[in-house]
């Protein structure tokens, strides 16, 4: 039996899971998480990763596998799949991997640049830098020192330039040298790839009603986990959708309906982001409707 790889794409609340679980159990597959937040523990509710019974149809790989106190690069991330295929291909089963994060599917077939691990010590500088003075320190620095890679960066973007700024500090190259010396891809040979695209106000309802439902399910519960903890709120775990919205709820900064309101609104926004990127970037990727009763039937085709 055939054991071609499957990528599923999509914006948040699109209807991958199910998906994949599905063709899970036709094929006889496996999931790989490529969302990253659904790698951290403790959001299992606001970053909707499968529950015990949906783990219980197919093996899952990296849902949950990192603290929510640790950062998790592309490059960790495309190493730690590589360690699942390996264990898949084992088991003899079908690789699928599943999720919204654009630049994990990029290195699966193209590859990235092979970057090594940012220092800890060089990150809080950074930060420190930024608590103190602003981005905007750290893009005069990098144009004095690294004008080529200054010169793609828009002054707003944050958390761009400090990214840059840490690999120039960190390895003495800038970071678009670095990406022209691209790693291998993590998958080689034929891949199945699919995306789910689907009307706009289709997900954007699916958007609300999911919160709503996170909500009812336990997300305040999870969001007081973690601001128990005292974690750094740099941290991406922190940064998850709704995290902060339903912490200044908890922590009586907004009612209620403001918290949810404001949650919903980023997560249509990110919806949206993710949906122009895929539309961009994965052009030739097959697209399905998910709002469309036989888009599982169509997915197969594909196979």
Known sequence: MSHTPILIAGPTASGKSALALHLAEEVGGALINADSMQIYRGLTVLTAAPDEAERARAPHFLYEALDPS???SVGQWARMATDALGEIKSQDLTP???GGTGLYFRALIQGLASIPPIPEDVRTRADAAIAAEGAGW????????DPETASKLQPTDRQRIQRAWEVLEATGQGLIAWQGEDDRPVLRGDVRQMVLAPPRDWIYERCNRRFDEMMDAGAPDEVRGLLAREL???LPAMKALGVREIAAYLNGEMSLGESSEQAK???RRYAKRQMTWMRNQM???P???PSQDTFME???SHL
Do not use: H, K, Q, Y
């Not at 750290?138 to 020192?145: G, I, Q, Y």
């Open 70 to 72: 640790e950062r998790c």
């Open 96 to 98: 699928i991997f599943v």
């Open 138 to 145: 750290l893009l005069e620095d990098l144009s004095a020192r």
């Open 232 to 234: 750094d709120p740099s």
């Open 265 to 267: 609104m980023l997560t």
């Open 283 to 285: 052009g030739t990727w």
């Open 287 to 289: 697209r399905l409707d």
């Open 298 to 300: 169509e997915a197969a």
